[in-house]
């Protein structure tokens, strides 16, 4: 997906429109509200014209009874204006607040329905510029064309007809040259949507750089990184400002263009009409309410041109938001829908089915690759296959870069294999993608953690689950008694990405939502940053208590975990290479035993050290 700009997929008008109107539906009372009090205001601007004509006239007259209630009528009319005005904002606003709302809601569940790899390389930056400002500058449109756009047409209209009763030949003079204004605006439309594109498309490269920056600040000072940033941010904002300036210059064209067209031809009207009143045909009323009425005639189109550039300005950003609202779905071929819909009953029959036939997990033929299925380069895994029984734990192991991370993975359904299959505990992650993934607990090296309680975050796995279950879950995991010692235990907040705990803990947390979920396939990566010896010895524990009876894919960075697990698989630039146990693999002196020397057996005394370990665990695991 091109972030930088999306000038390619360009929408049309009218497919916005179709799109966008039905957001409209629930609010369709407040949105008729707002109409309403536009054609009364309407009404109240024409009429306007009218009473400022009796109101010179009466001058004139010199009637003081006569102009005092013609004072009185106008302040009334003047009241009334500005009170249709002020509920027409609030209802007109009000709407597209609504609306813009539930616009962002569906972009929110498309963005979250997008394709890992589509996720991967967009930044998070630009989503969340999609999600804000872009969805509501493209929801901008309905109330730009309906209550400007609209509106000013309508004054238009019935102004024209209002002056054709006065005086046909001015009447079409001043409508005549209105078309002008408008379509002399028409010839920037082309670039200033290019631009509007392109300044959405900065502005989420500026919000992008600037989250990272504030994310990262502990990095940015460790290495005074601040001059750095700075210099980069400040060259993007540089860019920003070149493409601001052309809007700006463009807006000023558009604008002042039409507006220097509608004052020559109004100033040729009232010297026309002045020297009819100079001839007597015509009164100093009707001259007033003449040059106001030929201004609703006129002004419409000036800012017409203008709406229509606020127009262009949400096309601009609609190409960006439906970019995402109509690129593919994840798991688009999965049968999860139908599969949902039946899940009680058919899926626990066909669970029972596939628990006694298949293997807690089943990769055939597995191949990919990062380039795409046409590349040949940047394949990534190849010709892999791989079985698990029920119970068994397999520790992967391989050089960095050899495709461990992605394995797993593939095994989530976060990419799409370009061939081959994997099937979980029965369900196919390409046809059931939703099944597959109840059925699979992940344990990430670097777990992440949301802003909110430590209740909230373990209910994550099981949105159901009794505060019993959480806290037991918790205590399987070790974590209950640093939570039982905070202050608001299991209610205390932890800040943005759990920065309020220790990496041990943020461990102890991922591990607690695994009991929680009690998955039958647990894909486990473990941690390799750097916990104490404490933290490390919990963590391993709960892993052990949580890898026990379950069936386990592991990414092995501990001696105790590849010589405890059943088989081993070793990676090499996407193949697996060889396949055994611990003691086999060592005695065939190849790869693994290369790996196993460098990675594992850091010196004699650890090994000893993880032995003894190893056998201490066996003593505190339940049987
Ligand atoms: N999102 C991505 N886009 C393109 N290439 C990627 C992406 N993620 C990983 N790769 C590449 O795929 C290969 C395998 O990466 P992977 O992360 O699976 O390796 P790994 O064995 O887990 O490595 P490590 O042990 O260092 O974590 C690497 O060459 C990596 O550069």
Redesign the pocket.
Known sequence: MNTKSSSSGRIRLGEALQRLLPYVKPYRLGFLAAIVLLMARLALDIGFATIQQVFIDTINSTNMQSLTRITLICSLACFLIILCLMLQHYFRFTVHSRMAWDFRAKLFNASHRLPF?QL?AMHSGDLTSRNTKDAGAAMGMISSLVYDLGYNLLLCLVAFLYLASMDVWLALLALGTGPVVFLSGRFFDRRLRKLFTEIYAQEALLRGILQETLQGMKVIRSFSLENTLLGRYAAEREQLNRLQKQKTLLNALLWHSSAFINNAVMISCAVLIARSALRGETSAGEVLAFIILMGRVQWPFVHMSQTWGGVQESLGAADRVFEILDAPREGAASGDEQDSATVSAAVAAAEATALAEAAALSIQGLHYS?AGPQSRE?T?LSGIHLELKYGETVAVV?P????????VRLCCGLYEPEAGSITVCGYGVHDHLEAARRRISYVPQNPYLFSGSIRDNLAFSDEHASDEEIREAARLAGADEFIMRMPEGYDTLIGEHGSTLSGGQRQRLAIARAFLRNAPLLLLDEATSALDNESERLVQQSLDLLMKDRTTLV?AHRLSTVREASRIIV?DHGRIVEEGTHDALIEQDGLYAELYHLQFRTSPAEELESASYAKSLTSVLPA
């Open positions: 790899r991967e990062f940047g990534c391989g960095s870069g050899s495709g461990k991370t992605t394995l990414i990676l």
